[in-house]
Structure formats: C-alpha cells, structure tokens
C-alpha cells in the first residue's frame, strides 16, 4: 500500500469518519461496561506488537481504536492531536535517522533536534 500525501479528502474523511464512530463505540462502552479507555495507552501497545507480528489493516485497525481510546480518556481533542503530529513531522522532518540492524530506522539524537 502506498500512502500519498496528498491523498484524496474523501479518503482523510473516510478516516476522521471511521475513527469518531470508534470514538463514539467507546463512549457506549463507558456506560454499559467495560470501559476500556482507561488502560488504553497500554491497550496501544498490545496492537501494535500483534501490528508487528502480523502486519495486516485488520490489526493497524485495532492501533488506532486503542489511540482513540486512550486520546479520550487523557481528554486530548481532535485539535490537539492534529498540533501534535503537525509538531512531530516538522521535528522529524529536521532529524538524521539511521538504519537500524532489524531494519528499522531510528533519529541520532547527537545530530539534532
């Protein structure tokens, strides 16, 4: 899968879409049991390993709802999520990454920001 930048906004709606009905699937669950929200940062944390050990959307799906989860239950808003990544990007954008011995690639933290 390629993801394009600049990407349809029917696609980025689709998205938003997606994740405030996980949003709102959550808040039901708060009320009628179990709420999941306030063990959701680790929640995160289990998807993504599963995410590693099995890269597929079904599981990059589960990340997500458990970012949701755990987006509300810290009371982050939609805004401050988007300043964060918006931060993020343009602090990443600025750093020297290395590969590392599995592949993946992490920033030197002598050589910037």
Same mark, same amino acid.
């Given at each position: 899968?390629?993801?394009?930048?600049?990407?349809?906004?029917?696609?980025?709606?689709?998205?938003?879409?997606?994740? =405030?009905?996980?949003?709102? +699937?959550?808040? =039901?669950?708060? @009320? =009628?049991?179990?709420?999941?929200?306030?063990?959701?940062?680790?929640? @995160?944390?289990?998807?993504? #390993?599963?995410?590693?050990? #099995?890269?597929?959307?079904?599981?990059?799906?589960? %990340?997500?709802?458990?970012?949701?989860? =755990?987006?509300?239950h810290q009371? +982050?808003? @939609?805004?401050?999520?988007?300043?964060? %990544?918006?931060?993020? %990007?343009? @602090?990443?954008?600025e750093r %020297? +990454?290395?590969?590392?011995?599995?592949?993946? +690639?992490? #920033?030197?933290?002598?050589?910037?920001?």
């Open positions: 899968m390629t993801i394009n930048p600049r990407s349809d906004s029917l696609d980025t709606q689709r998205l938003a879409d997606a994740l =405030t009905k996980a949003a709102h +699937w959550l808040d =039901t669950l708060a @009320v =009628t049991g179990p709420d999941l929200r306030p063990r959701a940062h680790i929640k @995160v944390a289990h998807e993504a #390993h599963e995410l590693a050990d #099995h890269p597929c959307l079904e599981e990059a799906a589960d %990340v997500l709802i458990a970012l949701v989860g =755990t987006a509300q009371h +982050w808003s @939609v805004a401050d999520l988007a300043d964060a %990544v918006d931060a993020k %990007v343009r @602090v990443n954008m %020297v +990454w290395t590969q590392q011995p599995d592949g993946t +690639w992490q #920033h030197d933290p002598d050589a910037g920001p």
